[in-house]
């Protein structure tokens, strides 16, 4: 299973940006797919996660704020952001738990 993850930038305090995650070699639909990122200096942390059914769940510090959802004709899962904020600053990277696979990371920098 591989995950290529894109859509990372910088942009300002309470822009907003949309990270897609492309997922190969595997039975995307069937399976929950999420997000986690880690900051500078901090443990990885759970942001968002997606099941099979469309069911969401969102980390407190990202409720309101974060979108997922998935395209299973596109084998594609994203993060719309919003209301960004510098905190939000960190590697974002999408996982897979079946299997405990993950992508490559891509950076989100969020100026104040």
């Known amino acids: 299973v591989q995950l290529q993850a894109s859509g990372g930038g910088l942009v300002q305090g309470g822009g907003s940006l949309r990270l897609s995650c492309v997922v190969s070699?595997?039975?995307?639909?069937?399976?929950?797919i999420g997000w986690a990122r880690q900051a500078p200096g901090k443990q990885r942390e759970f942001v968002a996660v997606i099941n099979s059914g469309g069911i969401t769940n969102y980390a407190g510090s990202v409720r309101g704020r974060f979108t997922i959802s998935r395209d299973n004709a596109k084998n594609t899962v994203y993060l719309q952001m919003n209301s960004l904020k510098p905190e939000d600053t960190a590697v974002y990277y999408c996982?897979?738990?079946?299997?405990?696979?993950w992508g490559q990371g891509t950076q989100v920098t969020v100026s104040s």
């Open positions: 070699g595997s039975t995307f639909s069937t399976n929950a």
């Open positions: 996982h897979y738990p079946a299997g405990d696979y």
